[in-house]
């Protein structure tokens, strides 16, 4: 059993940056590969980044390439999703996610989630 929480969501301004945390309760954190999903109203839930459980293997949405860094500290069981340039579009729910096994770009295989936190960014 896996139990996230994420935090760091807020309100920007276009252009600025973001640093999403995502704790996770449990004692074999580096077994699971994590990833970041986001939700805008309306939509569904997207792929943004993830990470291996070792932390040596990250994939990106192409939306956010170059601008976003996803990493983890297995001895903190933290996830962190560093957001920079953003944009207007980027505004959804961030949710983190744990997956016992590879990496994969797909909510459906996720079996843990947080709950979520806002990212807004204002034009």
């Known amino acids: 059993q896996v139990h996230l929480v994420e935090s760091g969501g807020g309100l920007v301004q276009a252009g600025g940056s973001l640093r999403l945390s995502c704790a996770a309760s449990g004692r074999t954190f580096s077994s699971y590969a994590m990833g970041w999903f986001r939700q805008a109203p309306g939509k569904e839930r997207e792929f943004v980044a993830v990470i291996s459980g070792s932390g040596s293997f990250t994939s990106y949405a192409d939306s956010v390439k170059g601008r976003f860094t996803i990493s983890r500290d297995n001895a903190k069981n933290t996830v962190y999703l560093q957001m920079n340039s953003l944009k207007p579009e980027d505004t959804a729910v961030y949710y983190c996610?744990?997956?016992?096994?590879?990496?994969?770009?797909?909510?459906?295989?996720?079996?843990?989630w947080g709950q979520g936190t806002q990212v807004t960014v204002s034009s």
């Open positions: 996610g744990a997956r016992g096994g590879g990496r994969s770009t797909y909510p459906r295989d996720y079996g843990y």
